[in-house]
């Protein structure tokens, strides 16, 4: 909520869409790399919904548009950590300093620092991965990032299954492209000329609209990911297009 709040969405009442503490999903069925998803209660229970998304940069995702914000937006907080855990962190000892700035920027100090060398065994941990940007020496990697990918189309099936047809429609918004997730309490530099407003009645043909005017290659560099993928995946399940 303060999260919202900070990000300015102050313009019309805010629902929590998974209750306060998490605690609001509907469990559903999906098909791709998730067997289910924790939908977020809200959404589950409407009748209809309009996707409105600021197209950016993101880290895990390489890009965050309409499918993004379908399977990780519209997921509840299990349904979140589902997907970003399909994704491994490792800490590389030849490179690691010490520094401990991991464990500075990680919500819950999980990262130990034992002898001069940073150590992440804990259960708790998200894979959010603020730490891994936040080494100074590129210690912490990303192991099967694709997986998260897949999962965000997985859990975007899901959260389609729960409405009627022709209950959903899309606007993108595809200007101030910044480097990171609008989530983050600075997002980084705009990366990108502005592209306009999309509009659409499909996830799948929106967010390829957007990747065939953008120079989406920047992303791919950028994040060491091919960011199409969720879209492909999104298709190869049958979401329809447009
Ligand atoms: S931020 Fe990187 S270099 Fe510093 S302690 Fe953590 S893993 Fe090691
Ligand atoms: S991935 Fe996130 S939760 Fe896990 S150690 Fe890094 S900052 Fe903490």
Redesign the pocket.
């Known amino acids: 909520m303060l999260n919202a709040l900070h990000h300015g969405f102050s313009m019309a009442p805010f629902i929590v869409a998974d209750g306060l503490r998490g605690e609001n999903y509907r469990t559903v069925q999906t098909k791709g790399i998730l067997n289910e998803i924790e939908v977020a209660g809200a959404i589950a229970e409407a009748d209809a919904m309009i996707v409105v998304t600021h197209v950016k940069g993101h880290e895990l995702a390489g890009f965050g548009g309409a499918i993004k914000n379908l399977g990780m937006g519209c997921a509840s907080q299990a349904g979140k950590l589902r997907q970003?855990r399909t994704l491994d962190?490792e800490i590389d000892e030849s490179k690691c300093i010490g520094c401990g700035k991991?464990?500075e920027?990680?919500?819950?100090?999980?990262?130990e620092i034992v002898g001069d060398k940073a150590r992440?065994l804990?259960p708790?941990?998200?894979?959010?991965?603020?730490?891994?940007s936040?080494c100074p020496t590129g210690a912490?990697k990303l192991l099967h990032q694709d997986r998260v990918l897949k999962a965000l189309a997985s859990a975007a099936y899901g959260v389609l299954s729960t409405f009627k047809p022709k209950k959903l429609s899309y606007v993108s918004f595809a200007k101030d492209i910044t480097q990171y997730c609008d989530c983050r309490p600075n997002p980084g530099d705009v990366v990108m000329k502005d592209l306009g407003i999309f509009a659409s009645d499909s996830p799948v043909s929106i967010d390829g609209a957007f990747l065939r005017m953008a120079d989406y290659k920047i992303f791919n560099e950028a994040y060491n990911v091919d960011c199409t993928l969720q879209v492909r995946e999104a298709f190869h399940l049958g979401i329809k297009v447009t």
């Open positions: 970003h962190l991991c464990t920027t990680c919500e819950m100090h999980l990262p992440n804990s708790k941990c998200m894979r959010c991965p603020f730490c891994q936040a912490i």
